[in-house]
């Protein structure tokens, strides 16, 4: 990583001035690494070499005799203190290169990928050109891009088997499976669905600045049409993952879709059950002023026999016609 030192005040007539004249002199060879805050280096090569970095590039461009190459990454970083958990966070890389010079815009959080691609780098002769870095860089990121991926289909495996349980109707507890379970599951699909989709953007990037590069090194065209191919595998299987989690949510919905029904089934048969007996307890509980039935001695067992008899005829027809399964 080339350092960058910040300019010297010196003192004039009591204030304290930055001497513009002493500006860090760029290398004009090899690879730079910038971080994307490094703001006083990023004017330096806007003054020295004539392009501006400090900006969002939406799609390649050449400038000044550099090709500027934008990439937008959801990259794995290990987390906690013991990197036992991974989290993804989309890192934007803007890519600088010319004949004699590459230049990398990253962000102020380290890319895992650009410092093994600079390990690697470093084991290249010292007659590598730019574009011969550039390809080391653009496969270390592809080989991130798939660790994502990889990592998003254990993800999916998981969710996958919540899914069956959902279907299933009970989890390994024993309890049944309820709509904020499916919700949460769906919750989590609608996340890694929003992930693959950055993943297959930034594969689309990949391939379109392997693209650039290829037409402009024709003693590399080989190496970048390996690596043109090994993006779009890449990209395929991300679409699979995309797929898959569109047949999760298919099920999920169909879950749900059955489940809403069956809690309506249910309140139906209660309905069903419930409503003859409600109609004689309203019939009877009104203030007649002359009612036979409550001077008969068996009346009260008359009642009760013929409001069990209302409520078990219709749970009796909803069973034989199997609502209830």
């Given at each position: 990583m080339y350092e960058n030192t910040a300019p010297?005040?010196?003192q004039s007539g009591g204030t304290a001035v930055a001497d513009t004249s002493l500006r860090t002199e760029l290398p004009r060879t090899g690879w730079l690494r910038v971080r994307a805050a490094d703001r006083p280096l990023l004017a330096d090569i806007r003054a020295q070499l004539g392009i501006d970095l400090d900006r969002r590039v939406p799609h390649p461009v050449d400038e000044h005799g550099f090709a500027l190459l934008p990439l937008e990454l959801p990259l794995p970083f290990a987390s906690g203190p013991a990197a036992t958990s991974t989290v993804f966070t989309s890192a934007t890389i803007l890519i600088a290169v010319s004949d004699e010079l590459l230049i990398t815009v990253e962000p102020d959080r380290p890319v895992p990928a650009l410092a093994a691609?600079?390990?690697?780098?470093?084991?290249l002769s010292s007659a590598a050109t730019s574009r011969e870095v550039l390809l080391v860089i653009i496969e270390g990121l592809n080989d991130a891009m798939q660790d994502t991926v990889n990592q998003i289909s254990l993800v999916l495996n998981d969710l996958a088997d919540e899914a069956v349980d959902s279907s299933g109707g009970?989890?390994?507890e024993g309890r049944q499976v309820g709509v904020a379970d499916i919700a949460q599951t769906a919750v989590s699909l609608g996340?890694?669905?929003?992930?693959?989709?950055?993943a297959v953007q930034g594969q689309l990037m990949l391939e379109r600045a392997a693209r650039r590069m290829r037409r402009s090194s024709a003693h590399a065209e080989r190496e970048y049409s390996t690596l043109l191919s090994d993006v779009q595998g890449g990209r395929r299987h991300a679409r699979f993952q995309?797929?898959?989690?569109r047949n999760i949510q298919?099920?999920?919905?169909?879950?749900?879709?059955?489940?809403q029904n069956q809690i309506i089934k249910v309140f139906t048969v209660v309905t069903a059950v419930f409503t003859p007996p409600t109609l004689?307890?309203?019939y009877y509980g009104q203030n007649f002023a002359n009612m036979p039935e409550l001077a008969l001695p068996w009346g009260e067992w008359f009642v009760m026999a013929t409001t069990a008899i209302f409520a078990l005829v219709p749970l009796w027809y909803i069973k034989r016609k199997g609502w209830l399964r």
């Amino acid at each position: 990583m080339y350092e960058n030192t910040a300019p010297i005040p010196v003192q004039s007539g009591g204030t304290a001035v930055a001497d513009t004249s002493l500006r860090t002199e760029l290398p004009r060879t090899g690879w730079l690494r910038v971080r994307a805050a490094d703001r006083p280096l990023l004017a330096d090569i806007r003054a020295q070499l004539g392009i501006d970095l400090d900006r969002r590039v939406p799609h390649p461009v050449d400038e000044h005799g550099f090709a500027l190459l934008p990439l937008e990454l959801p990259l794995p970083f290990a987390s906690g203190p013991a990197a036992t958990s991974t989290v993804f966070t989309s890192a934007t890389i803007l890519i600088a290169v010319s004949d004699e010079l590459l230049i990398t815009v990253e962000p102020d959080r380290p890319v895992p990928a650009l410092a093994a691609a600079q390990a690697r780098v470093s084991g290249l002769s010292s007659a590598a050109t730019s574009r011969e870095v550039l390809l080391v860089i653009i496969e270390g990121l592809n080989d991130a891009m798939q660790d994502t991926v990889n990592q998003i289909s254990l993800v999916l495996n998981d969710l996958a088997d919540e899914a069956v349980d959902s279907s299933g109707g009970f989890k390994m507890e024993g309890r049944q499976v309820g709509v904020a379970d499916i919700a949460q599951t769906a919750v989590s699909l609608g996340g890694a669905e929003e992930l693959i989709a950055r993943a297959v953007q930034g594969q689309l990037m990949l391939e379109r600045a392997a693209r650039r590069m290829r037409r402009s090194s024709a003693h590399a065209e080989r190496e970048y049409s390996t690596l043109l191919s090994d993006v779009q595998g890449g990209r395929r299987h991300a679409r699979f993952q995309h797929a898959k989690v569109r047949n999760i949510q298919q099920s999920l919905m169909t879950t749900l879709d059955l489940k809403q029904n069956q809690i309506i089934k249910v309140f139906t048969v209660v309905t069903a059950v419930f409503t003859p007996p409600t109609l004689i307890a309203a019939y009877y509980g009104q203030n007649f002023a002359n009612m036979p039935e409550l001077a008969l001695p068996w009346g009260e067992w008359f009642v009760m026999a013929t409001t069990a008899i209302f409520a078990l005829v219709p749970l009796w027809y909803i069973k034989r016609k199997g609502w209830l399964r």
